[in-house]
């Protein structure tokens, strides 16, 4: 069983940006225009060209102490011969001779990988590739994920050298190894949102959560609205142990058996609501909607998230809370909110095959509109890790006992984002 089975698989889309030079994201203070000169790109013929999917981003802190830059890129091989590529590297824009990070041929493509930062190339609709053959006119995605134990190891921009064999030169007949700059991209554009938790409690776990591949969300690619996008990632689906460290206790198959289920929704920040939906029922623990042949053909963009409440926060940024229990809303649009307010009762929702709520920040109030806006939590209690092994021997119920990898002593922590299979506990108020 894969993760992305196990529970929530919402289906949200992004819009696509190109970025060169200066610019500012939403999701923070945004970086001051002009804070570097524009990067050239050498001359070259490119079989393969690259263009990024996101907008441009910034560095945010996760709960593993260091510091993560998450976007993707579309790849289309434009030339009359097969591309097959031998490895991506991610450089410094500015100084191109510095290897920021390099993708290889099995991080690309791992058939054995399960989970990790593997498999970072995706076929369309997003899956995992099974080589890293490009026939001519096709496209992939590639999922770019970078880490840094500090701020100052991060570029402002990046750019990207692809290692590959293809049509070299316009005349070419026959493949041959090749390599070449491509795609600047801005990583600098800004700082992370801070909010607050939106639930409250101990023992929550963050269910697909950035990042590397394995779960729902962080390869998430969609096309809607003319757009390739990815809304979800850095979207959490946050669901609740019991002291036992299960899901559930009693009939796995009723919602009301699940920890979590009913818990209270709350604001994470001030803002104005700006979309509502109330009218989904509940769904049956066990059963994902999308894998129904009854009820996946009832799923639409409008629906396939469930009861949800949209949240204007300011400065370009939106939070979505979704698969909410239906008529616990307690906003409707217009309505102004506060943070830690409650909004609405967690529920089981849209495509979710267990009770938790999936939340969110992006950039527009549309779903089908939204790129995703990277953010950190101002305060929680880490306890540790779920390892994945464990989560991935589990069954669509939940089921078993998840108390492995919890710390010696739990971590108070500020201003980071809780990655996958992370343990929290959040403040009662």
């Given at each position: 069983m894969t993760l992305s089975a196990t529970l929530v698989a919402v289906l949200l889309v992004a819009g696509s940006a190109s970025a060169q030079g200066a610019s500012s994201h939403p999701g923070g203070q945004a970086a001051?225009?002009?804070?570097?000169?524009?990067?050239?790109?050498?001359?070259?013929?490119?079989?393969?060209?690259?263009?990024?999917?996101?907008?441009?981003?910034?560095?945010?802190?996760?709960?593993?102490?260091?510091?993560?830059?998450?976007?993707?890129?579309?790849?289309?091989?434009?030339?009359?011969?097969?591309?097959t590529?031998?490895?991506?590297?991610?450089?410094?824009?500015?100084?191109?001779?510095?290897?920021?990070?390099?993708?290889?041929?099995?991080?690309?493509?791992?058939?054995?990988?399960?989970?990790?930062?593997?498999?970072?190339?995706?076929?369309?609709p997003s899956s995992n590739a099974t080589d890293t053959v490009m026939a001519p006119g096709q496209s992939r995605a590639l999922m770019v994920d970078l880490t840094f134990d500090s701020l100052d190891q991060a570029p402002a921009e990046v750019m990207h050298r692809l290692f590959l064999t293809g049509q070299a030169a316009p005349p070419a007949t026959k493949p041959s190894p090749i390599s070449y700059l491509a795609a600047p991209f801005d990583i600098s554009s800004g700082t992370p949102r801070v909010i607050a938790p939106p639930l409250r409690g101990d023992d929550w776990v963050a269910a697909n959560g950035c990042c590397g591949t394995g779960g729902a969300h962080r390869p998430a690619l969609n096309s809607v609205n003319g757009k390739l996008a990815n809304s979800q990632r850095f979207a959490i689906d946050w669901m609740k142990l019991t002291d036992e460290g299960k899901f559930y206790n009693g009939d796995k198959t009723k919602n009301e058996s699940y920890a979590d289920y009913g818990e209270a929704v709350y604001a994470v920040a001030d803002g104005t609501v700006s979309s509502t939906l109330d009218t989904v029922e509940a769904g049956t623990p066990g059963i994902l909607p999308a894998n129904d042949p009854v009820l996946g053909p009832k799923l639409t963009v409008q629906n396939v998230d469930g009861n949800h409440v949209i949240q204007d926060l300011g400065g370009g940024v939106w939070a979505m809370y979704a698969h909410l229990i239906k008529g616990s809303l307690l906003v409707k649009p217009g309505d102004k909110v506060k943070k830690g307010q409650k909004i609405a009762d967690l529920g089981n929702t849209g495509n979710s095959n267990a009770p938790h709520l999936h939340f969110q920040l992006m950039d527009d109030p549309s779903l089908l509109e939204a790129d995703a806006v990277p953010y950190v939590i101002d305060r929680f209690t880490y306890q540790g890790q779920i390892p994945y092994p464990v989560w991935l021997a589990t069954d669509d119920y939940l089921s078993g006992t998840f108390l492995q990898g919890r710390l010696p002593e739990p971590q108070s922590r500020t201003d980071e984002l809780p990655l996958v299979l992370a343990v929290v506990d959040f403040p009662d108020s």
């Open positions: 001051p225009a002009g804070a570097r000169t524009a990067v050239t790109v050498p001359d070259s013929f490119s079989p393969v060209v690259v263009t990024p999917i996101s907008s441009p981003t910034f560095p945010w802190l996760g709960s593993d102490r260091k510091y993560h830059v998450s976007y993707d890129l579309q790849l289309t091989n434009a030339s009359r011969l097969p591309a590529l031998t490895k991506v590297q991610v450089v410094d824009a500015e100084h191109p001779d510095t290897v920021v990070a390099t993708l290889s041929s099995r991080q690309l493509v791992d058939p054995d990988c399960t989970y990790g930062a593997c498999n970072l190339l995706r076929v369309l």
